[in-house]
């Protein structure tokens, strides 16, 4: 069981190039998240998703996309990257099921430069 | 809006020494309310959490009570060691917001031997 697989770990990329951060869990949940980190601040939320077919917009979305085209991926697009994208972007998933709280599962994070 | 305030670090301690790490929430109704932890080079993982006023969550020594007369669920330990190393997080959850966290900014922890 490998939980929550994020790649690349690294990424170093030139302003206005775009990629594509990857997201995969094996623990069938229906709720996955994308957070950045930036140096001593907390986890912010760009996107998530409540199933495949259905994302929404969190408090930082602006500069990036997503698509849940199946229960397991959730990858994060940069389509121009600019510097204040620099961060670690952490994935994130959990189950939903009545109105209990369950913990969301972290990725090991990608670290992300622009330069 | 909702939101998390942690105690501001790093804060460097003894092995064995008391811990605590101070969070205060604003919200509208009642949350639950977590810490997780991150140790280096990680992603975060749940330390505890606790759902309804007076729950008390506890893991690996950690206690922390969900206090809404005061907004408040502070991390404790009794007696801290070289491996609690980390940096610890504060978060707030509604149930009917498609279980989205609110970070407090994170404190740093080092244990020094």
């Known amino acids: 069981n490998a939980g929550v697989t994020q790649t690349p770990k690294f990424r170093i990329l030139k302003i206005g190039q775009s990629m594509t951060l990857q997201c995969t869990q094996d623990?069938?949940?229906?709720?996955m998240y994308w957070y950045r980190q930036d140096p001593g601040m907390g986890l912010k939320l760009i996107y998530y998703?409540?199933?495949?077919?259905?994302?929404d917009k969190g408090e930082v979305p602006n500069g990036y996309n997503v698509s849940r085209s199946t229960t397991e991926d959730f990858p994060l697009r940069l389509e121009l990257a600019a510097p204040s994208q620099t961060s670690v972007y952490f994935c994130?998933?959990?189950?939903?099921?009545?109105?209990?709280?369950?913990?969301?599962?972290f990725g090991p994070g990608t670290r992300l430069t622009v330069t | 809006g909702d939101s998390v305030t942690q105690m501001e670090g790093p804060v460097t301690l003894s092995e064995e020494a008391f811990l605590t790490i101070n969070c205060t929430y604003t919200a509208t109704g009642y949350p639950s309310l977590f810490w997780y932890v991150q140790y280096p080079g990680e992603g975060l993982q749940l330390l505890l959490k606790?759902?309804?006023?007076?729950d008390k969550g506890s893991n690996k020594g950690f206690e922390a009570t969900y206090r809404k007369e005061t907004t408040s669920f502070h991390l404790e330990k009794g007696s801290v060691q070289v491996s609690d190393s980390a940096v610890y997080f504060c978060?707030?959850?509604?149930?009917?917001?498609?279980?989205?966290?609110?970070f407090g900014s994170g404190t740093q922890l080092t244990v020094l031997p």
């Open positions: 978060a707030l959850e509604f149930s009917g917001s498609a279980r989205q966290l609110t």
């Open positions: 623990m069938n949940h229906n709720y």
């Open positions: 994130a998933s959990s189950y939903s099921g009545g109105r209990s709280s369950y913990e969301q599962y």
């Open positions: 998703s409540v199933g495949a077919g259905i994302t």
């Open positions: 606790a759902t309804k006023a007076d």
